[in-house]
């Protein structure tokens, strides 16, 4: 079992999520906690921009982005044929969503477990030999909170890190509303298009170390850099 929690925050808190009100525009962010959850987690992620009640509001909605795939995902995949999955390791997967790259590699023989702020919050965060961090700093609209998912799931890698995002070529990276340094999207959900330089020098710069390209929008960061 993953131990993955995939239950849904139920129809009355879809309600309380467009009620959700956050200002625009202010040079502080943060989580709100919306009050009446029976998981806390299970909310949106909103950010507050701006103390001015009256402002134009924007409502954060990072639980829809989670996918639903009965295979692995791109960034394991490629992992899978480099080599990075082979032997008797465990996999921690940050930012898991309902868990789809957990049961998978549970079914191929490896021990994987994970984490997601909405979908798996009551799991505990684990050390494993391989962290996959897949497509979760693009939808986090709060470039220092970017930053710290990325730091918080490098301290878990005894081994390898891996790291994902989109792209500006993704067919997306147009659509929708300019927000911040990305996009809002019509369900109201963030994203953050980079380009490949772009993705690897702030994997390089907030990490300290070197990140090696695996595929366009993928890149490894090893423990041991030989």
């Known amino acids: ?21 956050v200002p625009q525009r202010d040079t502080r962010t943060h989580s709100i906690l919306v009050r009446g959850f029976p998981n806390p ?17 924007t409502t954060i909605a990072r639980h829809r982005t989670a996918m639903t795939r009965s295979f692995l995902s791109r960034p394991l995949q490629q992992a899978q044929a480099d080599g990075i999955l082979g032997g008797v390791i465990t996999v921690f997967d940050y930012g898991c969503g309902h868990g789809d790259d957990i049961r998978s590699l549970t079914s191929i023989g490896i021990d994987a477990f994970g984490w997601d702020p909405a979908h798996a919050p009551d799991t505990e965060k684990h050390k494993a030999d391989v962290v996959n961090l897949g497509y979760v700093v693009n939808v986090i609209e709060d470039p220092d909170e970017r ?3 990325l730091v918080e799931a490098w301290s878990l890698a005894r081994s390898v890190l891996v790291v994902s995002a989109r792209l500006t070529w993704d067919p997306d990276s147009h659509v929708g509303k300019t927000y911040r340094d990305g996009r809002l999207t019509a369900n109201g959900t963030f994203q953050k298009f980079y380009t490949p330089e772009e993705l690897k020098a702030w994997i390089e ?6 990140a090696v390209t695996a595929a366009p929008g993928i890149y490894y960061v090893f423990r041991d850099p030989t």
């Open 1 to 21: 079992s993953s131990g993955v929690n995939t239950s849904s925050c139920g129809s009355t808190n879809h309600n309380l999520l467009r009620s959700l009100r």
């Open 41 to 57: 987690v299970c909310k949106i992620a909103a950010s507050r921009l701006n103390s001015d009640e009256n402002a134009p509001v």
């Open 147 to 149: 930053a710290r998912a």
């Open 205 to 210: 710069t907030t990490l300290h170390t070197t």
